[in-house]
């Protein structure tokens, strides 16, 4: 089993739609989680941290569920330019902060 | 405010040349270094890292080496490139200490192996 997993897509949404992404992760120490946003041939960004109490910037809403050790991200209202790979992202339980990527998950928005 | 930087951009290397990349970072002090592959079509790998000048932990056996002669330089180099070593190359910092943890990263260098 990976470390991480996401359903790679590509996710194919109209203007304006909802959507949401999922991830699981399989080492239940994890302890740091984020959302990632990689556009074509360009380094991943940092999108937002996800927290256990769950948080939300803008039109973007992170849910973490430890029980399930399972992360998600959902996406309203979506713009084309949204259309971009998001990457889930683990921290586990070392001090060296290494992070475990998952495959990513492509969303390509339509007008 | 913090900055990386990675260069070259773009690199096309015959098989069994060297290779040298650099990234360096300003704006922040005794940052922990990172170096990523993103092979076509694939998640990222994590190559190396680093938590101090001279100290390097490797990710997984290849024919890559890293170096860090200076705090905010991080260096990715092979006597000897494969094919299989194309892709595209990541750098990325973090603070160090628990909630420090948040990578950032360079712009990367696409590395094509002929």
């Known amino acids: 089993r990976k470390e991480v997993e996401q359903d790679p897509g590509p996710f194919n949404v109209p203007e304006g739609a909802t959507v949401a992404f999922n991830c699981t992760y399989s080492?239940?120490?994890?302890?740091?989680f984020f959302w990632y946003r990689q556009d074509c041939r360009k380094e991943p960004k940092l999108l937002m941290s996800?927290?256990?109490s769950g948080n939300e910037d803008g039109r973007f809403t992170a849910q973490l569920n430890r029980a399930s050790q399972y992360i998600s991200l959902l996406i309203r209202d979506s713009k084309l330019s949204d259309s971009a790979t998001y990457l889930c992202v683990v921290i586990g339980s070392s001090n060296t902060g290494k992070l475990i990527f998952g495959q990513g998950t492509t969303l390509q928005v339509k007008p | 405010s913090q900055t990386i930087h990675q260069w070259p951009a773009t690199l096309v290397q015959p098989v069994g040349s060297p290779l040298s990349l650099e990234c360096t970072v300003e704006?922040?002090?005794?940052?922990?270094l990172y170096w990523y592959r993103q092979a076509a079509g694939r998640g990222l790998q994590l190559l190396f890292y680093s938590v101090g000048i001279g100290q390097i932990s490797s990710e997984v056996p290849q024919n890559l080496s890293a170096s860090r002669p200076q705090d905010r330089q991080f260096i990715l180099s092979s006597k000897k490139l494969l094919l299989s070593d194309s892709g595209f190359y990541l750098c990325?910092?973090?603070?160090?200490?628990?909630?420090?943890?948040?990578?950032?990263f360079g712009p990367g260098t696409r590395l094509t192996v002929l």
């Open positions: 080492n239940s120490a994890s302890q740091s």
């Open positions: 990325a910092w973090s603070g160090q200490g628990k909630y420090l943890v948040t990578q950032y």
């Open positions: 704006g922040t002090s005794n940052p922990n």
């Open positions: 996800v927290y256990s």
